[in-house]
C-alpha cells in the first residue's frame, strides 16, 4: 500500500485547510476478506451483547433446612 498526504489544500467555502489522504491498495482481496472478517466479529459481538441485556436470572427459593449456623 502507498499513499501520500497533502496539508495544502483548501475548502473554497470556509477557507480552511483541508487534508486529502490518497492511498493506494495492491491487495484488495485481502483487505475485503478483513472487512468480512470484522463484520463477522461484529455480528458475534452483537449478539453476545444482546444475550447479556436481556439475560434472566431466576432464583427459585423453597422452605426447608437452614443452611445457616446458629451460635
Known amino acids: 500500500m502507498r499513499g501520500y498526504f497533502?496539508?495544502?489544500a483548501r475548502d473554497e467555502g470556509t477557507k480552511m485547510p483541508v487534508?486529502?489522504?490518497n492511498i493506494?491498495?495492491?491487495n484488495l482481496p485481502e483487505f475485503y476478506e478483513l472487512v468480512e472478517q470484522a463484520k463477522n466479529e461484529?455480528?458475534?459481538l452483537?449478539?453476545?451483547?444482546?444475550?447479556l441485556r436481556y439475560f434472566e436470572l431466576n432464583i427459585?427459593?423453597?422452605p426447608?433446612?437452614?443452611t445457616s449456623?446458629?451460635?
Do not use: C, H, P, W
Open 6 to 8: 497533502n496539508q495544502n
Open 19 to 21: 487534508g486529502r489522504l
Open 64 to 66: 426447608g433446612e437452614s
Open 42 to 44: 461484529a455480528d458475534q
Open 24 to 26: 493506494n491498495v495492491t
Open 60 to 62: 427459585d427459593f423453597s
Open 69 to 71: 449456623s446458629e451460635s
Open 46 to 51: 452483537q449478539r453476545t451483547i444482546d444475550k
